[in-house]
């Protein structure tokens, strides 16, 4: 099982990027998937989830507005939408999948059991 995350960069304040996270090795329609962040010295930040079909997201209150997360099942990829990009977003973002989550812990990295190496975006002042 493997998650490709993708699209990291160095951008300006205000600036947009897209993040992909390519899967293989799994059934990706049978699992829910999610970003989370960490910033140098800082806990990982649950950053937005989607469930396996592609009908419900959730999104942390600080991206919410301007991060939108979506998925395609048929490319076995999730995507993170980020507009207006502020210092503060400047991340390690990592994808993660999970077989099965509840309301209660879809926020929660304990609820993914598979993670992928990070893509790092940079967003300067």
Do not use: H
Not at 39 to 51: C, L, M, Q, T
Request: charged share 15%.
């Amino acid at each position: 099982v493997q998650l490709q995350a993708s699209g990291g960069a160095l951008v300006q304040t205000g600036g947009s990027l897209r993040l992909s996270c390519a899967a293989s090795g799994l059934t990706f329609r049978s699992y829910d998937m999610a970003w989370f962040r960490q910033a140098p010295g800082k806990d990982r930040e649950f950053v937005a989830a989607i469930r396996k079909t592609g009908g419900v997201t959730y999104v942390a209150d600080s991206v919410k507005g301007r991060f939108t997360m979506s998925r395609d099942n048929a490319q076995n990829t999730v995507f993170l939408q980020m507009d207006s990009l502020k210092p503060e977003d400047t991340a390690n973002y990592y994808c993660a999948a999970s077989r099965a989550t509840i309301l209660s812990t879809i926020r929660s990295g304990a609820a993914y059991n598979t993670w992928g190496l990070g893509t790092q975006v940079t967003v300067s002042s």
